[in-house]
């Protein structure tokens, strides 16, 4: 069992920034890769950004230049640093985990929701 509790959100005007945390706790295995998705009303889930155990990293298009992910495996933490953010980046962000590079994602936080509007 991993438990994925998300922090960090907030309203931030247009080309502001934030920064997103996942802790991930109750279980000693380790996770192989971690994830950022972000879904607003009306729309689907969208993949944002990925990470391995490796600090091996993917972003979105949307985001590239912009959003930067990140782990900390010693704290169990994940990040996401959103700059120049833009009112499409408004929705709820979650994060997830998985154990292997294969598997879909197992884990999933409850969400944070980010505002973006002045």
């Known amino acids: 069992q991993v438990q994925l509790v998300e922090s960090g959100g907030g309203l931030v005007q247009p080309g502001g920034s934030l920064r997103l945390s996942c802790t991930a706790s109750g279980s000693r295995a380790s996770i192989y890769k971690m994830a950022w998705y972000r879904q607003a009303p009306g729309n689907q889930r969208e993949w944002v950004a990925s990470?391995?155990?490796?600090?091996?990293?993917n972003h979105a298009e949307s985001v590239k230049g912009r959003f930067t992910i990140s782990r900390d495996n010693a704290k169990n933490t994940l990040y996401l640093q959103m700059n120049s953010l833009k009112a499409e980046d408004t929705a709820a962000y979650y994060c997830a985990a998985g154990r292997t590079n294969y598997e879909n994602y197992t884990y999933w936080g409850q969400g944070t929701q980010v505002t973006v509007s002045s």
């Open positions: 990470i391995t155990s490796a600090y091996s990293t």
